[in-house]
């Protein structure tokens, strides 16, 4: 069976149908990857000025702790995963 103009022309349409929704699928993950960034800077620069505030340091014999002195109640002390790995973090606290 021949290849008609009809059929060249139709594989065109398709073809470009194709590139549209490519297009239009791509800008949509642009502007999705473009509001998620918006929204972390955001919540970052919030989280960061929350976590700046009320903070003091305190000078030890193992150097400077930041620490902070938030609410009522017993006192908590908060070590970060880093820092109970680290075997001498751990010797001088105990």
Excluded: H
């Excluded at 791509?26 to 929350?50: E, H, I, K, P, W």
């Amino acid at each position: 069976m021949p290849i008609t103009v009809g059929d060249v022309r139709e594989s065109r349409r398709v073809a470009q149908r194709w590139k549209t929704i490519l297009v239009v699928v791509l800008g949509l993950l642009v502007a999705l990857g473009a509001f998620t960034y918006v929204s972390f800077r955001r919540d970052m620069r919030a989280t960061n000025a929350r976590v700046d505030s009320g903070s003091s340091l305190i000078s030890t014999a193992c150097g400077q702790i930041e620490y902070a002195s938030v609410g009522i109640g017993l006192p908590v002390l908060v070590i970060p995963e880093m820092a109970v790995a680290c075997g001498s973090t751990i010797r001088w606290l105990f």
